[in-house]
């Protein structure tokens, strides 16, 4: 038994060692790229959200609710059905998105909305990597994003038929079990889907579904997005957030030292 021991030690290690050799022989993971051609490649997701630490006052185990603060996992600067995957975009805006990512690896990223100080719009400012915190209060759920004071209020009843378009839309809500399902429209074209440039008409429609999991210590976030001016078909992608009462959202006033001046329509950004 002591010899077969031995052997089994000593297979183990040969193992152990023939594994460490061939991760060694693993090339690193190639960047993100719309297709084989390194001028696009995509930004590198990142995750800037953490669980909340050991000794944080536990999540609110009413699945009824999602109030509270909360922040990414994940930031994704391309908002596809899945990781470096674009949307279905038609022809055209998929040639305005690579142009745009062609700028930004070239060191001239194009000016938008958010380099102005304007709000995001939907669905990118749910990505945005900074805390955001939801209020409930009767009729409306409202989140409060740290990401330039940007601010969403969900309504609890049927979509207002005197709005204008605007940058964030025009959103209302309803509960379905513990899911709140979140539908706006009404967005303006001054913004994109996504960080890289996925741009949209004022035909975009998107559905949120917000639901808590894994006991209230993570919100999941599904969205739908449907455009007939710019998308080929409807895709979905997931968000999930960490349970954060710890965070305090800061102050994050744009216009001051704006390090995203615009000039002749590119960014001073590098």
């Not at 309504?155 to 038929?161: A, C, E, I, V």
């Not at 895709?235 to 995203?260: A, F």
Request: proline residues 10%.
């Amino acid at each position: 038994m002591k010899r077969e021991s031995i052997w089994r030690a000593l297979a183990a290690m040969a193992a152990t060692q023939l594994a460490a050799a061939a991760m060694a022989q693993t090339p690193p993971p190639k960047p993100l790229m719309l297709h084989d051609d390194p001028a696009l490649a995509l930004t590198n997701i990142s995750h800037p959200g953490r669980p909340a630490p050991e000794g944080t006052a536990p999540p609110n185990p009413n699945m009824h609710s999602i109030e509270g603060r909360w922040w990414t996992s994940e930031f994704k600067p391309l908002l596809g059905p899945a990781p470096g995957v674009p949307p279905p975009l038609k022809p055209a805006a998929m040639a305005k998105l690579e142009q745009s990512v062609r700028n930004k690896n070239k060191g001239i990223p194009e000016a938008d909305a958010s380099t102005q100080c304007f709000p995001h719009g939907t669905p990118r400012v749910m990505e945005s990597p900074y805390p955001l915190e939801i209020v409930e209060t009767p009729g409306q759920v409202t989140i409060l994003m740290e990401t330039q004071h940007n601010i969403r209020r969900i309504y609890l009843q049927d979509h207002h038929n005197k709005m204008g378009e605007s940058f964030l839309g025009d959103s209302i809500g309803h509960w379905e079990g513990d899911t709140l399902v979140v539908d706006t429209i009404g967005m303006n074209t001054r913004t994109f889907i996504d960080d890289e440039g996925s741009t949209h008409s004022n035909k975009q429609h998107v559905v949120e579904r917000f639901r808590k999991i894994d006991g209230g210590s993570k919100l999941e976030v599904t969205n739908t997005i449907e455009d007939p001016d710019t998308l080929e078909h409807p895709y979905s992608y997931k968000t999930v957030y960490y349970w954060r009462p710890d965070m305090r959202t800061q102050e994050y006033v744009c216009e001051e030292n704006n390090r995203n001046t615009v000039i002749n329509g590119i960014t001073t950004a590098k």
